[in-house]
């Protein structure tokens, strides 16, 4: 990881507005779902309100990349995180005299998935508008270092806050971030590409996104895998585990952010092991061989489900979120090295003038995936035994698994896309 690149003024200011936001919205997002899980105690309930983010991506992720694309990201990116800060300040207010019911959650969570349908385009590829194709893998190690390491102290600190204070003070800082994050962005200069493409049709644009897609085999089978992550394994982290132990074990709410800062901590370390994995196994072959890895890191969670283990966790919750902590952080460091290699196996296939519509398409698969997983597993929790989402999970994993081996037995080389 090569932190020269934070000399770059553009990229070091896009960074200090993400990192900014980043610790808000962490704080804010893991405060958001104990409130949740505390007012409802459902885990159908939860699925559907975190469900509620994900609807708007589906619909309107093919406009945003057309959007993205025809576009000044800088302006998109530099809007939104002013729109989020002034409508949590409107929240806030509102609800000084009153207690936060479910329809402000419904709201806030429909309204930031709008927002997010366009920034996540906007600011994912954003990198080609400031580096050129030989430094993209330090830019996005360097990015999710960065955005780690902001990260690292926020869930537990925002649930200590949420322990202490309630859900309202965590809306007014989060709120503070964004805007701190939109000042701070009105100061980056992004490169001027030339577009081809200015006066076609929307739909037509709309088009070469599911085009760029499908006519690479390799980036279909590795997009179907990550789309089948999001079916199988973020459902995991984000609904099973808080459900396990809030509602099962009923830990206190710090166990919470516990394992989720050890999820960050693992995700900074493996960061370290990037280059030492590129010059050992190869850029493209060490995604299948972590992954690989990974798959036999999670089945052990399998165990969380089994009767006489389970009432074990229950009299000794402490020893199920050391157990559960292991099993992540190990689980996080391989996933950091092959996150980047994702992205840059991405940048490197796609045209960069195509590069907005084709991650909105991949986005708007995932919301598709990611709603169809959170029911899935909201209606196991609350109508099955706890061993079946268990085993669901693990089963989903190796199909991932066997979809990204083949992924790679099918990538050639391609040349470099320089700017």
């Known amino acids: 990881m090569n932190f020269k690149i934070l000399k770059n003024k553009n990229f070091a200011l896009l960074l200090f507005g993400q990192a900014t936001s980043d610790i808000g919205g962490v704080m804010f997002n893991i405060a958001l779902s104990l409130y949740v899980l505390d007012i409802t105690g459902s885990a159908t309930k939860f699925a559907t309100i975190l469900a509620a983010g994900i609807i708007p991506k589906m619909i309107l992720y093919p406009f945003a990349g057309v959007f993205v ?29 009153s207690s936060l019911n479910i329809g402000y959650v419904y709201l806030i969570t429909f309204t930031f998935g709008i927002c997010e349908t366009f920034f996540s385009p906007a600011i994912y590829t954003v990198i080609p508008f400031i580096f050129d194709s030989d430094d993209y893998e330090d830019a996005y190690a360097c990015n999710n270092f960065i955005a780690r390491i902001s990260w690292l102290i926020a869930p537990l600190l925002g649930t200590w806050l949420y322990t202490l204070f309630g859900i309202k003070v965590l809306i007014m800082i989060d709120a503070i971030t964004f805007l701190v994050s939109a000042f701070s962005e ?10 081809s493409m200015e006066k076609t049709k929307v739909f037509e644009d ?7 897609l499908f006519r690479v085999k390799s980036v279909l089978l590795l997009t179907s895998a990550l789309i089948l992550f999001r079916v199988f394994i973020l459902p995991f982290y984000h609904v099973v585990l808080p459900y396990f132990f809030k509602e099962i074990l009923n830990a206190p ?7 989720n800062t050890v999820i960050i901590s693992g995700s900074i370390i493996g960061l370290f092991f990037v280059n030492k994995a590129k010059q ?6 060490v995604i299948s061989f972590f992954t690989n890895r990974q798959v036999l890191l999670f089945i052990p969670f399998i165990l969380l489900g089994v009767s006489p283990v389970l009432s074990f966790f229950k009299i000794n919750p402490l020893y199920a979120l050391i157990f559960v902590c292991i099993l992540l952080f190990s689980i996080m460091v391989l996933s950091a090295i092959t996150n980047v290699f994702y992205s ?57 698994s066997i979809l990204i081996s083949k992924s790679i037995s099918l990538y050639k080389p391609i040349i470099k896309q320089d700017n």
């Not at 998109?76 to 002013?82: A, F, G, R, W």
């Not at 009105?186 to 577009?195: A, D, G, V």
């Not at 709603?371 to 190796?398: R, S």
């Open 69 to 97: 694309d025809r576009f000044d990201r800088k302006k998109l990116i530099v809007t939104l995180d002013t729109i989020r800060g002034i409508f949590l300040v409107i929240i806030y207010f509102l609800t000084l005299r």
């Open 186 to 195: 009105k100061f980056i200069t992004l490169k001027k590409i030339e577009r």
């Open 206 to 212: 709309m088009k070469e996104g599911f085009v760029a």
């Open 253 to 259: 709410n710090h166990y919470v952010g516990t394992y």
């Open 280 to 285: 050992k196994f190869g850029e493209i072959r």
């Open 344 to 400: 840059t196996f991405y940048q490197r296939q796609v045209p960069i003038e195509l590069l907005g519509r084709f991650s909105t398409t991949r986005f708007c698969l995932y919301s598709l995936g990611e709603t169809l997983g959170l029911n899935l597993f909201g209606v196991l929790l609350d109508n099955t035994k706890l061993i079946i989402p268990m085993f669901v999970a693990v089963f989903g994993i190796f199909l991932i």
